[in-house]
């Protein structure tokens, strides 16, 4: 069964709306998450990674105060796209691993349409 | 950033065929990762290796850890038309974040 819950699955909203993905690990405490961007027919791109109880680090390119994440317990991590526009569009999918020698298992992803 | 190349890209099949793709990078790695993707999913893990020369299998599905720790490939035997999908590799070194291929998109003709 599933490890990684992310919640909602897909969001259409206006543009200017903030909206909110979380991204839960299912019996097991995650103190490290990923969150990655999928645009159609491409790979996954790393936005950040989400530390438990610290800030996050974001990749080269990526604006901290645009993808605002919080990673406030080790279940749970959530990405909050601020002020969405159209550009913002896209899959986005949340991991987590259980540990060093564990590979990443990766949430169902949350389509996000900004009109 | 770091990348690996993966190939092929795409793959068009006739069920039943055998398939082959293969990731290679500059860099050592430490772990080697295949993941498959249906359409508005996310990548679920198909096989995972952490040593070099290691060759797993599961299932139909083999996949081998290079020996000089910079390649990997994935066989799938005897193809179905559910093992469409887009097959991407992934790897890193400790807890550092995934590096990943940019897919492999296989089409299964019946």
């Known amino acids: 069964g599933a490890v990684v819950s992310q919640h909602p699955s897909w969001v259409i909203c206006k543009s200017g709306t903030s909206v909110k993905i979380e991204c839960r690990s299912l019996?097991?405490?995650?103190?490290?998450m990923f969150w990655y961007r999928q645009f159609p027919k491409q790979s996954l791109m790393l936005m950040a990674t989400?530390?438990?109880?610290?800030?996050?680090?974001?990749e080269q390119g990526v604006e901290k105060d645009k993808f605002l994440i919080n990673h406030a317990s080790l279940t749970l991590s959530t990405l909050t796209v601020t002020s969405a526009h159209p550009e913002d569009s896209s899959f986005y999918i949340c991991?987590?691993?259980?540990?060093?020698?564990?590979?990443?298992?990766f949430g169902d992803g949350t389509r996000l349409s900004i009109l | 950033g770091q990348q690996l190349n993966q190939s092929p890209q795409s793959m068009f099949i006739q069920e039943g065929e055998d398939v082959s793709m293969n990731c290679t990078s500059s860099s050592i790695f430490n772990t080697w990762l295949w993941y498959k993707q249906d359409p508005g999913e996310g990548p679920v893990l198909l096989i995972a290796l952490y040593k070099a020369g290691e060759l797993t299998s599961n299932g139909r599905l083999t996949a081998q850890f290079g020996i000089t720790r910079k390649d990997s490939f994935l066989n799938i035997s005897a193809s179905i038309p559910s093992d469409v999908g887009i097959y991407f590799c992934a790897s890193n070194s400790g807890n550092t974040p995934l590096v990943f291929g940019k897919g492999t998109r296989l089409s299964v003709i019946a």
């Open positions: 989400s530390n438990e109880g610290s800030k996050a680090t974001y």
């Open positions: 991991s987590a691993d259980r540990g060093l020698t564990q590979p990443q298992h």
């Open positions: 019996d097991f405490q995650a103190t490290t």
